[in-house]
């Protein structure tokens, strides 16, 4: 539902689209609707002690207007740090990336190394599991970083 009104509103910010408010009502009642009929077998559960990073970036046909966000919660969901930054457009999964780096980066100046990071780029997600040749390097200079002490 917030989607809706957040895609909306880039719209016409970003994209000069003034959405008809009625419709966008009528979209976000649907995806509403659609969300409480879901039925969740599975729920994420946070550890004690851990901090949740969130990130994401958004993007428009206009190569000028491109963003990267994110947010650190602690166990009981409280913000511990957001950030939203305009970037010049790199590519979508580089500005995902990045985000990234610096809520881990973040996350380590308030002294804390149990981090659940939570993202929707698949690109990234293939890059860390190894799936492509890039993944693979970018998993061995991780683990090294680690090993080192250095991100």
Sequence with gaps: MCWTLWKAKNKFYFDNI?????DVI????????????????????QHFGWLKLNSDEAFTANPI?????????????????????TLSFLLVAIEEALVIREGILEALKISFSQLVIEFDCLGIFNLIKGVTQVGEVLLRLLKLSLIKGVL
């Design 18 to 22: 003034d959405c008809n408010p009625f």
């Design 26 to 45: 009528h979209k976000a009642e649907r995806a509403w609707k659609e969300f409480i009929a879901i039925d969740f077998l599975v729920k994420s559960t």
């Design 65 to 85: 207007s491109h963003g990267i966000g994110y947010i650190i919660r602690n166990t009981g969901g409280a913000p511990l740090n957001v950030v939203s930054q």
